[in-house]
């Protein structure tokens, strides 16, 4: 991606922060959106008292907590903004094992948030379980809708001989991954623009994938999965990914699906889709019961829970 001067000072900035808290050992496990509205409502966290509630929490701070030089870098990249008296960071950083991720302040309003919470820890736990077993040597991999771009991080850093592609609609989903690839150091992962696999050519040997699988009144896009319940663009991923996998290639999808009377509506469609001896696959609740403040949304009214899902499809032959 060409970016334009002020562009890339904005980005150089906002890496050479990650770098800061890094190095300072700042650490920090993302919640539920649910769970970080009650934190926040506390009376004492109405204002930022360290690095974890600036950076972490998204609670408005003096200017006088942090350094004049972080401070400066926040200004540079663009990702400070006034609260009153005080100020905001309208960026996040998460970690995840020793990886340091940036993504988008708590709340999540904005039609271009790029979203990280528990989903993305459980989705890397299935990427890791499968590169921990499977035989198949990767060479061309790609994470679609990639978001803070953790998928295409843990691909990239376990097998540096593979040209991976990080791809998403939103430009600044691309502009996080490309400045989390950077504070990794991984020099073997692309960030490009595409719908799905639209823009992409050629079969992969591993496809991955966490999509939103909401329905969202204000149809964000790392939330809004389409359809009646939210399944749609899962299933447009494993159409998609049906047609693009190299022979042995593997796609790992994690999802979720709301249950109607116990009905798993996403299994079904899956079903249908991988019919015949081209594919095997597996598919299986990865958690029963996430998001259930979703169930008093528009929409939800017959939704018994909605569950976390794997589903890994491998082409034969």
Same mark, same amino acid.
């Given at each position: 991606?060409?970016?334009?001067?002020?562009?890339?000072?904005?980005?150089?900035?906002?890496?050479?922060?990650?770098?800061?808290?890094?190095?300072?050992?700042?650490?920090?496990?993302?919640?539920?959106?649910?769970?970080?509205?009650?934190?926040?409502?506390?009376?004492?966290?109405?204002?930022?008292?360290?690095?974890?509630?600036?950076?972490?929490?998204?609670?408005?701070? =003096? #200017?006088?907590?942090?350094? &004049?030089?972080?401070?400066?870098?926040? $200004?540079?990249? /663009?990702? +400070?903004? *006034?609260?009153?008296?005080?100020?905001?960071?309208?960026?996040?950083?998460?970690?995840?094992?020793?990886?340091?991720?940036?993504?988008?302040?708590?709340?999540?309003?904005?039609?271009?948030?790029?979203?990280?919470?528990?989903?993305?820890?459980?989705?890397?736990?299935?990427?890791?379980?499968?590169?921990?077993?499977?035989?198949?040597?990767?060479?061309?991999?790609?994470?679609?809708?990639?978001?803070?771009?953790?998928?295409?991080?843990?691909?990239?850093?376990?097998?540096?001989?593979?040209?991976?592609?990080?791809?998403?609609?939103?430009?600044?989903?691309?502009?996080?991954?490309?400045?989390?690839?950077?504070?990794?150091?991984?020099?073997?992962?692309?960030?490009?623009?595409?719908?799905?696999?639209?823009?992409?050519?050629?079969?992969?040997?591993?496809?991955?994938?966490? =999509? #939103?699988?909401?329905?969202? &009144?204000?149809?964000?896009?790392?939330? $809004?999965?389409? /359809?009646? +319940?939210? *399944?749609?663009?899962?299933?447009?991923?494993?159409?998609?990914?049906?047609?693009?996998?190299?022979?042995?290639?593997?796609?790992?999808?994690?999802?979720?699906?709301?249950?109607?009377?116990?009905?798993?509506?996403?299994?079904?469609?899956?079903?249908?889709?991988?019919?015949?001896?081209?594919?095997?696959?597996?598919?299986?609740?990865?958690?029963?019961?996430?998001?259930?403040?979703?169930?008093?949304?528009?929409?939800?009214?017959?939704?018994?829970?909605?569950?976390?899902?794997?589903?890994?499809?491998?082409?034969?032959?």
């Amino acid at each position: 991606m060409l970016l334009d001067h002020n562009q890339a000072e904005a980005d150089a900035a906002l890496l050479q922060l990650g770098r800061r808290l890094r190095d300072d050992g700042y650490r920090f496990t993302c919640v539920t959106p649910a769970t970080h509205a009650r934190v926040n409502a506390r009376h004492q966290a109405r204002r930022a008292g360290n690095l974890r509630d600036v950076f972490g929490w998204s609670r408005p701070f =003096p #200017p006088e907590l942090i350094s &004049a030089d972080e401070l400066q870098q926040l $200004h540079t990249a /663009g990702v +400070l903004q *006034a609260d009153g008296q005080l100020l905001r960071s309208t960026v996040r950083w998460s970690s995840l094992d020793d990886l340091l991720l940036v993504h988008s302040a708590w709340p999540t309003d904005s039609q271009d948030a790029v979203f990280f919470g528990p989903d993305s820890y459980r989705f890397a736990q299935v990427i890791h379980d499968h590169l921990q077993r499977s035989p198949k040597r990767v060479q061309h991999a790609v994470d679609i809708g990639c978001g803070s771009g953790v998928g295409a991080l843990l691909i990239a850093r376990a097998a540096q001989h593979a040209q991976v592609s990080a791809v998403d609609i939103n430009p600044q989903a691309l502009r996080f991954t490309a400045i989390n690839a950077a504070l990794a150091g991984v020099a073997n992962l692309s960030v490009e623009p595409s719908d799905l696999l639209d823009g992409l050519s050629g079969t992969f040997d591993l496809i991955v994938a966490n =999509p #939103p699988y909401m329905l969202d &009144a204000g149809r964000r896009a790392y939330r $809004h999965g389409g /359809g009646s +319940l939210g *399944a749609e663009l899962s299933l447009r991923i494993v159409e998609q990914a049906r047609e693009r996998l190299a022979p042995g290639g593997t796609l790992l999808l994690y999802s979720g699906v709301a249950m109607v009377e116990g009905r798993d509506a996403l299994l079904e469609a899956i079903r249908l889709r991988l019919a015949g001896p081209a594919f095997s696959w597996s598919y299986k609740e990865v958690d029963p019961d996430v998001f259930g403040e979703q169930l008093l949304e528009p929409g939800y009214e017959q939704v018994e829970r909605i569950a976390a899902v794997a589903l890994t499809v491998t082409r034969n032959g």
